[in-house]
């Protein structure tokens, strides 16, 4: 069973179509740190129940697995949460914005607060706060089509952004989850892209091709030259002192043993 803690430690989560059968299994052998089965915008309306059926009779749903439902108030979610709860599986609720909501889902699952709309945007602590919400996601390519800005534009979404990395802290649950790069084979924008939600806070991304998930792990985790700075941090003791110039104190400290948590290595 997936647990809270993968949940919170993942860097890395891959979209699957909940109506491709055939790639669930490649999609779990990719090295990404959850599978997510998509139920919701990669299925058209006449294949719902067809991709519920597919992502139930997988042998490996629930191992390293969400499943992302379907909006709460669509003719379908109801039947997706009974379905992931029957197979204790966690799931990814879109367009979260009603604290109520979530709480009622958290009675059967755990879950992730995808974040994709304005008002969802608005009321983020009050999303990241909710019971059984252990991470949150930003959906980037939803909310810009509500604001009628480009989704890949940064800084339009930058203020979106930071109200959902403030809102994870404020609630004490995991750094979020940033939205998609559509580019699948630009590795460039994915590691721009990258680089920018780990600047403002963010921990882990949402990938939408296999060729993003080794680009993105190494995105998000510490550089050598960060784990020496951490290493000289913590070996300076636990009394304030100056490590490379600069004023070491308690925070200091927790920032230091946060980046020596967050192996592998990648280079600066």
Same mark, same amino acid.
Request: glycine letters at 8%; one cysteine or more; hydrophobic letters at 45%.
């Given at each position: *069973?997936?647990? +809270?803690?993968?949940?919170? =430690?993942?860097?890395? &989560?891959?979209?699957?179509?909940?109506?491709?059968?055939? /790639?669930?299994?490649?999609?779990?052998?990719?090295?990404?740190?959850?599978?997510?089965?998509? &139920?919701?915008? $990669?299925?058209?309306?006449?294949?719902? %129940?067809?991709?519920?059926?597919?992502?139930?009779?997988?042998?490996?749903?629930?191992?390293?697995? @969400?499943?992302?439902?379907?909006?709460?108030?669509?003719?379908?979610?109801?039947?997706? &949460? /009974?379905? $992931?709860?029957? +197979?204790?599986?966690?799931?990814?609720?879109?367009?979260?914005?009603?604290?109520?909501?979530?709480?009622?889902?958290?009675?059967?699952?755990?879950?992730?607060?995808?974040?994709?709309?304005?008002?969802?945007?608005?009321?983020?602590?009050?999303?990241?706060?909710?019971?059984? @919400?252990?991470?949150?996601?930003?959906?980037?390519?939803?909310?810009? =089509?509500?604001?009628?800005?480009?989704?890949?534009?940064?800084?339009?979404?930058?203020?979106?952004?930071?109200? @959902? !990395?403030? =809102?994870?802290?404020?609630?004490?649950?995991?750094?979020?989850?940033?939205?998609?790069?559509?580019?699948?084979?630009?590795? %460039?924008?994915?590691?721009?892209?990258?680089?920018?939600?780990?600047?403002?806070?963010?921990? =882990?991304?949402?990938?939408? +091709?296999?060729?993003?998930?080794?680009?993105?792990?190494?995105?998000?985790?510490?550089?050598?030259?960060?784990?020496?700075?951490?290493?000289?941090?913590?070996?300076?003791?636990?009394?304030?002192?100056?490590?490379?110039?600069? *004023? !070491?104190?308690?925070?200091?400290?927790?920032?230091?043993?946060?980046?020596?948590?967050?192996?592998? !290595?990648?280079?600066?």
């Amino acid at each position: *069973m997936t647990t +809270h803690d993968e949940i919170a =430690a993942a860097r890395t &989560l891959l979209f699957v179509p909940g109506d491709r059968p055939d /790639r669930f299994g490649k999609a779990a052998g990719s090295g990404a740190d959850l599978v997510v089965i998509d &139920l919701e915008d $990669a299925v058209a309306a006449e294949d719902k %129940e067809r991709a519920r059926r597919s992502a139930a009779g997988w042998a490996g749903l629930g191992t390293r697995t @969400v499943v992302r439902v379907n909006a709460p108030g669509t003719p379908w979610f109801e039947a997706d &949460l /009974r379905m $992931a709860a029957r +197979h204790g599986c966690p799931v990814m609720v879109p367009k979260a914005e009603d604290p109520a909501v979530l709480g009622r889902i958290a009675a059967d699952c755990a879950l992730i607060a995808l974040i994709e709309t304005a008002l969802g945007a608005e009321r983020a602590y009050e999303v990241c706060s909710a019971p059984g @919400v252990v991470r949150a996601a930003f959906g980037n390519v939803d909310l810009s =089509a509500q604001l009628g800005v480009a989704h890949d534009d940064t800084l339009a979404l930058a203020h979106a952004r930071s109200r @959902v !990395v403030l =809102a994870s802290a404020a609630a004490g649950i995991s750094p979020p989850v940033d939205g998609v790069t559509t580019a699948v084979r630009d590795l %460039e924008a994915l590691a721009a892209d990258t680089a920018h939600a780990r600047r403002l806070g963010f921990s =882990a991304k949402l990938c939408v +091709h296999p060729a993003q998930i080794a680009p993105v792990a190494s995105g998000f985790a510490p550089t050598e030259e960060e784990l020496r700075w951490a290493r000289a941090v913590l070996e300076a003791g636990d009394s304030v002192t100056t490590v490379d110039g600069h *004023m !070491v104190d308690k925070p200091v400290l927790e920032r230091a043993r946060r980046v020596l948590s967050g192996a592998p !290595v990648r280079s600066s």
